[in-house]
């Protein structure tokens, strides 16, 4: 008659025994029972649950330090596209310089050789004016001395030279050179002409010697 009474109590238990393992605060008693961890931790985090009486989390990353060192990278970004727009432009200006030089170099090559031949058109005018007046000059020869003359200064002129004749004009010292005074002139106006002068593309290379008038 024992056994059954001992089956039967132990049939009586195993109900009660499933019944603790579905109920996890029967198998944790530590465990609060008005809300779990994660709602718990969530509340902290929320604004509306939490008004600063509850301390959240702690963090370990310093904001302050990460903004420092995003300005410092922004700083050596802008520096670094100064430095490459400084080098660009000091790169373009060589370059600008050197065709300059290159161009002056080509459009002035010839000043030295010119400025020989310069003497040879001075004969030739010398020459033109004796012939012109000597009554007893034979007209080929004056015509032929004129001939060369022309096609002389004709050579000149496709190298860039141009003759400066400024009778009559403002004196100009950059192009006229101041020799002597002529009283028959208005002040500031080139007068008498002694000498021509000429430019290679521009550039004076024999100034006119003239007489100004004061």
Same mark, same amino acid.
């Not at 000149?156 to 002529?182: C, R, S, T, W």
């Given at each position: 008659m024992?056994?059954?009474?001992?089956?039967?109590?132990?049939?009586?238990?195993?109900?009660? /025994?499933?019944?603790?393992?579905?109920?996890?605060?029967?198998? /944790?008693?530590?465990?609060?029972?008005?809300?779990?961890?994660?709602?718990?931790?969530?509340?902290?985090?929320?604004?509306?649950?939490?008004?600063?009486?509850?301390?959240?989390?702690?963090?370990?990353?310093?904001?302050?330090?990460?903004?420092?060192?995003?300005?410092?990278?922004? &700083?050596?970004?802008?520096?670094?596209?100064?430095?490459?727009?400084?080098a660009t432009?000091?790169?373009?200006?060589?370059?600008?310089?050197?065709?300059?030089?290159?161009? &002056?170099?080509?459009?002035?090559?010839?000043? #030295?050789?010119? &400025?020989?031949?310069?003497?040879?058109?001075?004969?030739?005018?010398?020459?033109?004016?004796?012939?012109?007046?000597?009554?007893?000059?034979?007209?080929?020869?004056?015509?032929?001395? &004129?001939?060369? /003359?022309?096609?002389?200064?004709?050579?000149l002129?496709?190298?860039?030279?141009?003759?400066?004749?400024?009778?009559?004009?403002?004196?100009?010292?950059?192009? /006229?050179?101041?020799?002597?005074?002529?009283?028959?002139?208005?002040?500031?106006?080139?007068?008498?002409?002694?000498? #021509?002068?000429?430019?290679?593309?521009?550039r004076?290379?024999?100034?006119?010697?003239?007489k100004?008038?004061?």
């Amino acid at each position: 008659m024992s056994q059954p009474n001992n089956a039967q109590n132990a049939h009586t238990q195993a109900p009660n /025994h499933q019944h603790d393992t579905q109920n996890p605060q029967a198998q /944790h008693p530590n465990v609060e029972q008005n809300g779990t961890v994660l709602e718990e931790t969530l509340d902290e985090f929320n604004p509306a649950e939490n008004d600063g009486a509850e301390a959240t989390i702690d963090s370990e990353i310093d904001i302050q330090a990460f903004k420092d060192r995003i300005a410092q990278l922004e &700083k050596d970004v802008d520096t670094a596209k100064r430095g490459q727009a400084q080098a660009t432009a000091d790169a373009y200006n060589a370059q600008k310089r050197m065709e300059q030089e290159t161009e &002056k170099a080509k459009k002035f090559a010839l000043q #030295k050789f010119v &400025k020989e031949l310069l003497d040879v058109v001075d004969n030739l005018e010398r020459a033109i004016i004796s012939v012109h007046n000597d009554p007893d000059a034979d007209d080929a020869i004056m015509d032929g001395v &004129k001939l060369t /003359h022309k096609s002389f200064l004709t050579a000149l002129n496709k190298q860039g030279v141009e003759v400066v004749d400024p009778q009559g004009e403002k004196f100009n010292p950059e192009y /006229h050179e101041a020799v002597g005074i002529d009283p028959n002139t208005e002040a500031d106006m080139v007068g008498e002409v002694l000498q #021509k002068g000429y430019t290679l593309n521009g550039r004076s290379i024999r100034p006119a010697m003239v007489k100004v008038g004061q």
